[in-house]
């Protein structure tokens, strides 16, 4: 059965109302929507009084969007989100919190027209929070579901989905140490689905299988997801990491396949590493196990200056290891 939202559909755009489940663990909520069109949107709101608020939405180290300033809450409108995008929020001029988007959840190809089911897949540190379809010219008449609690996951709808529905997706998790709640929304417009190919005849039939991504098309999704790799670790002190023997960091597999993270800091001194392998594309989490020395050097720093480093081995016959890398200042 589907949850009760704090808004509706339509008016997530331009909510004054961010609910992750975790309601009571949060100081500031942002809700990032992926809209069926290709357009998207972010909200933010904390438990300030009516004091001026916006969102700046940073890409690769630059603002390239600013909402209007308003009270309780910010709103922004966006061409598009793509991963490793961050969301700052502003108490008046000074930043509140910040959000990392990292591309998901997705929705599979098969929420088509006449299907009863969907795949969809989410973060790792996300949990499904609501999930179905509804017509596009009625978003209050929901097709109900229940969902699978795995990753990728399976919708199952009340009924059929017709041409022109539009199915979503929402997932709920937190960041910064839980100090930050944070919902993905993903509308997907829903086609018909392709007919079954039906060979002339006798005549055998070929099938083509897809080719396989050239490496800089590996080396371009690497660079994506080890720009959100960084942001989320960004996020962090030094003096939380200091304290800990591991971090867990999540990164956006584009295939199957294995990748290393390293940590380091000023003139290349090692602080952790750790390593991941995953059957199937999506956002898994990678355990960083952290150095006696990097945690010595973490606590003594006020303001230091981490590489995050990836190299990605995908599981293809034959490919080769593609290496990325982004660069990120951690406070005290």
Not at 39 to 51: H, K, L, R, Y
Not at 59 to 81: C, E, H, I, K, Q
Not at 115 to 122: D, G, K
Not at 264 to 279: C, L, Q, S, V
Request: with cysteine; net charge positive.
């Amino acid at each position: 059965m589907l949850r009760n939202r704090c808004v509706t559909f339509a008016a997530i755009a331009a909510a004054a109302c961010v609910c992750p489940a975790a309601a009571s663990a949060w100081d500031v909520g942002f809700r990032f929507s992926q809209d069926d069109d290709g357009t998207a949107s972010i909200v933010a709101q904390d438990s300030t009084g009516p004091i001026l608020h916006h969102l700046d939405l940073v890409r690769n180290g630059a603002v390239v969007a600013t909402s209007p300033t308003t009270g309780y809450y910010a709103s922004l409108d966006v061409p598009t989100l793509l991963a490793g995008d961050v969301a700052r929020f502003y108490d008046g001029n000074a930043v509140s919190a910040t959000a990392a988007y990292d591309g998901q959840p997705t929705i599979g190809s098969d929420a088509c027209a006449p299907h009863v089911s969907f795949t969809a897949t989410r973060s790792d540190t996300h949990s499904v929070y609501n999930a179905g379809a509804f017509p596009a010219n009625d978003y209050t008449a929901v097709n109900r579901s229940i969902n699978t609690t795995g990753n990728p996951f399976t919708v199952t709808l009340q009924s059929p989905l017709a041409v022109g529905d539009v199915a979503f997706v929402v997932t709920q998790g937190l960041q910064s140490n839980g100090k930050v709640g944070v919902e993905f929304v993903r509308y997907a417009k829903v086609a018909p689905c392709p007919a079954p190919s039906t060979p002339a005849g006798d005549a055998p039939t070929t099938t083509t299988a897809p080719a396989a991504p050239t490496d800089a098309q590996v080396r371009a999704k690497v660079r994506a997801a080890v720009a959100s790799t960084a942001a989320r670790l960004k996020a962090l002190k030094t003096r939380q990491l200091a304290k800990r023997k591991s971090v867990r960091l999540p990164f956006a597999f584009s295939e199957p396949g294995k990748v290393k993270l390293t940590l380091t800091g000023p003139r290349g001194k090692p602080i952790g590493a750790g390593e991941k392998t995953a059957t199937a594309a999506g956002t898994s989490t990678v355990t960083v196990k952290l150095s006696a020395a990097g945690r010595k050097l973490l606590k003594a720093a006020r303001k230091i200056a981490v590489t995050v480093k990836a190299t990605f081995t995908p599981a293809r016959a034959g490919a080769k290891p593609q290496t990325a890398s982004a660069g990120v200042k951690l406070k005290r």
